[in-house]
């Protein structure tokens, strides 16, 4: 069998013909790492970002993104200022927020799949699941939004001859 093009396939646990849709990111995911990395741009001068504002920065429809940012609210990664002046803020530096927490907030995992739980699952792939899981913890949890931003700020440094 080569390789997947979004078309039907045996499901690798139990043979049954599934959708291959491969693994994604969600809209929701980027959306909120987007969220973070605009408030992250914002940080140093500790001025309240207007959700309004912070949706035409990163490309996001409003009232979606308010809703990221309750979530992102209740796991201290941003606050809210209410006020004239009110809005959103990182609730810590962006070196202390990561790629996994952002991701983790608004899914519950990095990667998650119902075969690390189903006894059906050939235990060597199972392990496998767990493994991949545990590699993609590690990279998300390794990405710091300070980070992207020292790449943001290194890229507008560079010029081209």
Not at 126 to 137: D, G
């Amino acid at each position: 069998m080569g390789p997947c093009r979004g078309g039907i396939i045996p499901c690798v646990c139990h043979g049954c013909l599934v959708q291959c849709r491969g693994v994604k990111l969600s809209v929701k995911s980027d959306y909120a790492a987007r969220a973070v990395l605009g408030l992250a741009r914002h940080y140093q001068g500790g001025e309240a970002q207007r959700v309004e504002s912070l949706a035409t920065e990163q490309g996001l429809p409003a009232n979606y993104l308010v809703q990221i940012l309750i979530e992102l609210k209740s796991q201290r990664i941003a606050r809210s200022v209410r006020g004239k002046a009110g809005g959103y803020l990182l609730a810590r530096p962006p070196a202390e927020i990561t790629l996994g927490d952002v991701m983790r907030c608004v899914h519950g995992e990095v990667f998650d799949t119902p075969a690390i739980e189903d006894p059906k699952c050939p235990p060597e792939l199972r392990a496998t699941w767990l493994r991949l899981q545990r590699v993609l913890n590690e990279t998300a949890d390794g990405i710091t939004f300070q980070q992207l931003l020292d790449q943001g700020s290194a890229k507008e440094k560079m010029y081209y001859i």
